[in-house]
DNA sequence: TAGATTGTTAATCGATTAACAATC
DNA sequence: TAGATTGTTAATCGATTAACAATC
């Protein structure tokens, strides 16, 4: 993380997908890639590659391209994911507890520590290894254990309330799933994962093809 | 749907947002509303709707704005929301499981009428009143019943197969949480849900604010 | 050395914002 | 009629692509 100006929504959405093909190079022991071979793997042009790569650093070599091994650590960098964080997931319905199934996210440093929900049919039962408890203990809970994500998984008329929580005890990052567009201080992140915005937008894409 | 040149995806990524919250005006009985209120509540600006909403047709009427009951309406039409949809979903998992129960896609007009996984502990499950069978019989099944939308959750390394078999059997839309990116023939359209790159984008982000 | 490919500047393209005449 | 707000054109801004000197 050599440079850093102000880099655009654009490039730091596309950050992902770099570390995504990165690791299958890495998994299928390619040593060296260049811009123009990765963005055909991509699907983007090379000059976007390298544009998007230069906003972080100088991580290429003129006439050999990029070590595939060094690139991956460098962009493991740039996204975080060499340090470890601890979520919790507020609300264990359908998508709450499917998300504490998950195990995948664990592999980029996030791990679920705590899930919480309102309905007592559901507290105390346990998923992996984790109880579900009482939604009114996840303040305190977040106070004693270091919690760096907030996950939403509550019906859309709650989010604004548990987010406001969130943020009071101090959490700066939240995974929100329900479907609206929460309001938090200028230092708390957000990101939405719009489960039925996206499907709108398949259901017109494919409308359109068909006419 | 008047006018129809070529939309762009950024505009066909804001339809569903103006969607929801026309459905939220409905909901509160607002009669009318303009460009310039609704920026302020989206945090879009008032230009950028006008500009949008003109891709399709003309919706407003000068000095009084737009009808909410009229533009939902037509947004709705324009999204394809008016039609019903039958979905698949092919993976039975956290996630396959989760969409199974979500009810809410139905009131987009989707509806999930088959669910199939390869694990014979699974296979005649029941979720919702829907039962759970062997990957195997999907092909024939999305002959016999005019399914519209594939919905893959499965395993990334089963996924580009499950995608081809969708798409043999006539399937036009495929929405795809699996973490890879599909190939497809040219006219299906496909929409991903890729949790892992929205998880590391707050990551990443989380990590700039707080130095 | 010759070939390859980078980092970076310049050119192009597209999307957003501003401005305003038209008109309800 | 006067005020409000649209639809639309023009101006600006930002992102992508192309080009190429630098250099491994």
Chains 1, 2 share one sequence.
Request: some cysteine.
């Amino acid at each position: 993380m050599e440079k850093k100006k102000n880099i655009s929504m654009a490039v730091i959405k596309r950050l992902p997908k770099y570390y995504r093909y990165l690791s299958d190079l890495l998994k299928n022991d390619v040593d060296r890639i260049s811009s123009k071979e990765l963005g055909e793997k991509i699907g983007f042009t090379a000059s976007q590659i390298r544009q998007d790569l230069n906003c972080f650093g100088d991580f290429g070599q003129q006439g050999y391209g990029y070590n595939v091994r060094e690139l991956h650590a460098q962009i493991s960098n740039i996204l975080g994911i060499h340090k470890k964080y601890k979520s919790i997931i507020v609300g264990a319905g359908n998508i709450g507890q499917a998300l504490a199934n998950y195990s995948n996210f664990r592999d980029l440093g996030v791990e679920a520590v705590g899930i919480f929900d309102a309905n007592p049919k559901l507290i105390g039962m346990k998923i992996r290894d984790i109880e579900i408890r009482d939604i009114d203990e996840f303040p305190e809970y977040v106070k004693n254990n270091c919690v760096d994500i907030g996950i939403i998984c509550v019906p859309s008329r709650n989010a604004q309330t548990v987010c406001d929580e969130l943020t009071a005890c101090g959490i700066k990052a939240i995974w929100n799933f329900a479907p609206i567009d929460l309001t938090t201080p200028d230092d708390v992140v957000v990101e939405n994962v719009h489960l039925s915005e996206s499907l709108l937008t398949l259901v017109y894409l494919a409308n359109q093809k068909h006419q």
